[in-house]
């Protein structure tokens, strides 16, 4: 009979494994502040490595000494708690220090054996990682916190209180007669749409807060591709040198409004993300390799500038969400009205007409709503608002960016809605 090394494994008690893993993550947690405090004068600290790694030792001791009522684990604690406590009390007397991370890092270091034997070891893993990372990243913390001001902290309770509070007790039935709407599918648009636009915001304002010009259309795109593709068509009219850029990230715009759309589709009809998945990422393909040709052609003339872009301000203000709401409700109206009265035929005319402004709310509504209408049309009226809008884009863009750059902008459009026209045709 062979002995495998399965079977060497279950021959190594419980017990054994559980007190290397106890002793190992406390060592490190240990050796992750003697890291963070290399600087600082030992007689300052109650200790760092060998310290944590003996108090979590002293944990797992106390923890299968008394593995049912726990009286010695919790004795142990209180223990622990109180000279830390001292040492804490003589920190702030002798040296006027008032930091208390090192102590509940050495307060969780004790837990860690009971995390082990009570809890899923992948929860424990979890708990002993984060306190790993949020030890190692202080001085990020730091920085990070230096970009925050307190109109941030009101920017996030909108939206926890958007999505949170708000959407979960909104009415899920119909209040309105001959509208196939109710309140929660409304809000819930809202919700999607802000919560795309919120990403983009943060992104700008505290990872890529020096965003030069191709990355300002990547996160402008995100947010709104038409107003992003007018804001940098007015600065490529004034620049003299380094215009290939400002065209690049145009077209870069219009691939995250292809990203965009395809999110809505995923979060709000599973059949027509599964019919239409190829064809967005043919178009995001297609117009990236035009915004990566047109940019290659400005390596020589590269130049460094941020741009200023809507997705600066807030987007969670409620002046927004609801004129985003009404616009949604008029839609459905519209489209509600454009189904009884026209048909399929007055609806794929409708597709086309909301292309010159921003074309979320009627794809939105389209998507979520039960119309009378197949999965098929559905595709349809997407890549066909999708065209329209691009069109509209590249008449603004042609207009903006004066007569220098118009040929250029038009005949990068014209590929990009000929290869939309093309993934239209085979739906």
Known sequence: MNFTFHDFLASIPKEFINFIIVTIFSLIIGL??????HSTEEHKLFGTDRTF??????????????????????????????????????KIKNFNDFGITTIIIALLTYCIPLLLITQPFWLFLLIIVTIIIFTESKETFSSF?????????????????????????????????GLPITPFKIWLAVVAISSISYVSYLLKKFVFKEAGILLSGILGGLYSSTATTVVLSRKLKEQESGKFQ????????TSM???????LVLIFNKALF????????????????????????????????????????????????????????LFTFLTQFTIKHYGNTGLSALSFIVGISDIDPFLLNIFQVKYDVTI????????????????????????????KNWKIIAMLFFIIILANVVVLFFQ
């Open 274 to 329: 599964t019919k239409t998945i190829l064809s967005f990422i043919i178009l995001i393909i297609i117009t990236l390799a035009i915004a990566i040709i047109t940019l290659f052609r400005a390596r020589k003339n590269v130049i460094k500038e941020e741009v200023i872009l809507s997705n600066d301000r807030n987007p969670l203000e409620f002046k927004a969400a609801l004129i985003f709401t009404l616009i949604f409700v």
């Open 32 to 37: 992750s502040q003697r890291k963070l405090h």
């Open 257 to 263: 409004m292809y990203l965009r759309i395809l999110i």
């Open 246 to 253: 400002y065209i690049a990230a145009i077209i870069m715009a």
């Open 376 to 403: 098929h049309l559905i595709s349809i009226l997407t890549f066909q608002a999708i065209i329209s809008n691009n069109l509209a884009k590249m008449c603004y863009a042609c207009f903006f960016s004066g007569r």
């Open 145 to 177: 916190t230096e970009k925050f001001d307190r109109h941030e902290f009101v920017t996030l309770a909108k939206f926890i209180i958007m999505a949170g509070l708000i959407l979960p007790i909104v009415p899920d039935n119909i209040v309105i007669p």
């Open 53 to 90: 790694t003996f108090i979590g030792i002293l944990g797992y001791i106390l923890l299968i000494a008394d593995p049912v009522f726990k009286n010695l684990y919790m004795a142990g604690g209180f223990i622990i708690a109180t000279l830390l406590t001292v040492n804490y009390i003589f």
